[in-house]
């Protein structure tokens, strides 16, 4: 029973671990994903780790987002085969690290209006540095320590029912052999009770 409590809150853990800790960041914060702004300035700065999240948001129809390699980044031009990202609420994980690329394919978007990113994402990590990071990972502070104090809630939950159920079982074996030692007593009780009688019906 508490062999199978422990495994659960392990895998409640490593689930919810690196949610906690992936961070979500508004490509182009207020302005979004739009013309004529610079996202490489916006990027300048910021920590981007695996397990976080890119949403782009725009107007539905004006503009999308592809994922391109270097290449494609620098001649805003898109490998074939890629597909666009279209609804204006466009969320991609970043899965992988290294250097990551996307642009707009709308028109002469990425060429003449500057709409392109790029960004080095760097390998997951469980304690971020203290060092100056972005506004996106000083908002999740709270929500990780606010995940974190579930978390712990729950493991002592279990640790303490866990516990419980191993004195209530200590409890019944101790309880199953109070009765038998009692029933041996009775018994023995009962056969001396038994012999004196006899001895007694002998002397007679």
Request: charged letters at 20%; hydrophobic letters at 45%.
């Amino acid at each position: 029973m508490a062999s199978s409590q422990y495994f659960f809150i392990l895998a409640i853990v490593a689930i919810i671990v690196p949610s906690i800790l992936a961070t979500e960041f508004v490509v182009g914060d207020d302005k979004g994903w739009t013309i004529n702004f610079d996202y490489q300035a916006w990027a300048q700065g910021k920590e981007f780790h695996v397990g976080d999240t890119l949403v782009f948001k725009y107007k539905e129809g004006v503009h999308n987002v592809l994922k391109v390699n270097g290449t494609g980044f620098q001649q805003c031009v898109a490998p074939l085969g890629i597909e666009a990202l279209i609804n204006g609420n466009d969320v991609i994980t970043l899965v992988t690290s290294g250097r990551k690329w996307c642009i707009c394919g709308v028109a002469k978007h990425c060429e003449n209006g500057n709409q392109k990113l790029a960004i080095t994402v760097l390998p997951q990590t469980v304690s971020p540095a203290p060092s100056p990071v972005s506004a996106a990972k000083e908002c999740v502070k709270p929500i990780y320590y606010g995940w974190m104090l579930v978390v712990f809630g729950i493991l002592a939950m279990v640790m303490m029912t866990a516990s419980m159920d191993a004195l209530k079982k200590q409890n019944e074996e101790l309880a199953t052999k109070l009765i038998a030692v009692e029933g041996r007593n009775g018994r023995r009780e009962r056969e001396l009770e038994a012999r004196r009688e006899k001895e007694h019906e002998e002397r007679r």
